[in-house]
């Protein structure tokens, strides 16, 4: 995958993220976002030859990058995780707060793209977090932190950026 194409990608994905995170939070949301990527989530058998496993980065995270960073945190030899979940996590400091959940297989090849189909390569657009107590057609208030971001995922991992 050239590096246009994939900031066009991150682009569209970052849009419909936007747009569909609307339907369920009461937040407006800041026009500049931030981006918290966490790396390799998926349980990679080496033995997976027609993929770039990158197995040193599970858990991985890389916090508040702006968009250039995720392109050059996720594109490598032309190649990027084969899904990618991208959702509206937070609103911090002005800024939103967008999270990258990352496969650990990585492909040049977009028939190996989860959401291909769909027009987003390997964006798959996901909701914002509900709370606990959602109720359906209840819009919610986003949290002010990424603590969910920072707290659990540095638990399970132990690997901030």
Do not use: H
């Not at 390799?40 to 990058?65: C, H, M, R, W």
């Not at 190649?79 to 990618?84: A, D, F, G, N």
């Amino acid at each position: 995958m050239q590096e246009q194409e994939f900031k066009a990608l991150l682009a569209l994905a970052t849009d419909e993220s936007r747009r569909f995170a609307t339907e369920y939070i009461k937040n407006d949301l800041p026009a500049r976002n931030v981006y918290c990527i966490i790396l390799s989530l998926s349980n990679d058998n080496p033995s997976l030859t027609q993929f770039d496993l990158y197995l040193e980065d599970a858990g991985k995270i890389v916090k508040y990058a702006n968009a250039d960073t995720v392109v050059k945190t996720l594109l490598r030899k032309g190649k990027v995780p084969v899904w990618i979940d991208i959702s509206v996590s937070a609103v911090r400091n002005r800024k939103t707060v967008i999270s990258l959940l990352c496969s650990g297989r990585c492909s040049d090849d977009p028939k190996e793209f989860y959401y291909q189909q769909g027009g987003t390569g390997p964006f798959g657009i996901k909701s914002p977090a509900f709370p606990l107590d959602y109720k359906e057609g209840q819009k919610f208030w986003l949290p002010e932190k990424d603590r969910f971001l920072t707290l659990n995922w540095a638990k399970i991992f132990g690997k901030i950026n």
